[in-house]
């Protein structure tokens, strides 16, 4: 859904190797449809943390090696993709990923120690996947974040919540040409690249 009644976010900014946490709990329960619900009214504090990218080693330590409307020609299965750059990239700041626990619940705090990845999604089908097109641009397809320690947020139990995971990403519109013999086919859209720069947040219903 895209209604939003309210959203209201305080970004609480903390360092894997410093955290304070409450005490533990026990883990929440991980939920796989990273498609669930969106419906949720507001957000808590987020606890931000940084991630590490899977696939991408960035020597020079940037997010991204190509620059604006560089052209990328890759050849899969005898079809040639030409990937363009038209803009960008644009920082979208805590886009959502996933749920990381199932049904709305009254609860007091969430607690959460396993790892959580982001990766690269597209605004619609762009004749290659989010994955290879990250690969023929040279950015992160994959960005996965750790804890040193099981995290500990706590909630509002007079509300109804879930525990979310969100992630920074890069945003750029792009243009994918796939050439087969003398036919082209062109789709233009926005592709939208992990960054190193993760949250945990507690959403409300």
């Not at 991980?30 to 080693?57: G, M, R, T």
């Not at 409307?69 to 886009?95: D, E």
């Not at 969430?110 to 619609?124: E, F, I, L």
Request: glycine fraction near 4%; charge should be positive.
């Amino acid at each position: 859904m895209k209604i939003y009644k309210k959203l209201t976010t305080t970004t609480l900014a903390i360092t894997i190797s410093t955290f304070l946490f409450l005490p533990n709990t026990g883990f929440a329960n991980a939920s796989e449809n990273a498609n669930a619900e969106k419906d949720f009214i507001e957000l808590d504090k987020s606890y931000q943390f940084e991630s590490e990218s899977l696939n991408i080693d960035y020597s020079d330590g940037s997010d991204y090696s190509n620059d604006y409307g560089t052209n990328c020609i890759a050849c899969v299965g005898g079809v040639t993709y030409t990937v363009k750059t038209n803009s960008g990239p644009t920082k979208v700041s805590k886009k959502f990923v996933k749920y990381l626990t199932g049904s709305w619940a009254y609860s007091d705090k969430y607690t959460w120690s396993k790892s959580n990845s982001a990766s690269a999604t597209v605004s619609a089908d762009l004749n290659l996947s989010a994955k290879d097109i990250s690969s023929k641009l040279g950015v992160s397809a994959t960005k996965t974040t750790t804890y040193s320690t099981t995290v500990s947020i706590p909630a509002n139990k007079s509300k109804l919540s879930k525990l979310a995971f969100y992630s920074d990403f890069d945003k750029r519109n792009v243009t994918v040409t796939r050439k087969i013999g003398k036919v082209n086919s062109t789709k233009r859209g926005d592709h939208y690249s992990p960054r190193k720069d993760t949250y945990l947040l507690v959403s409300y219903k």
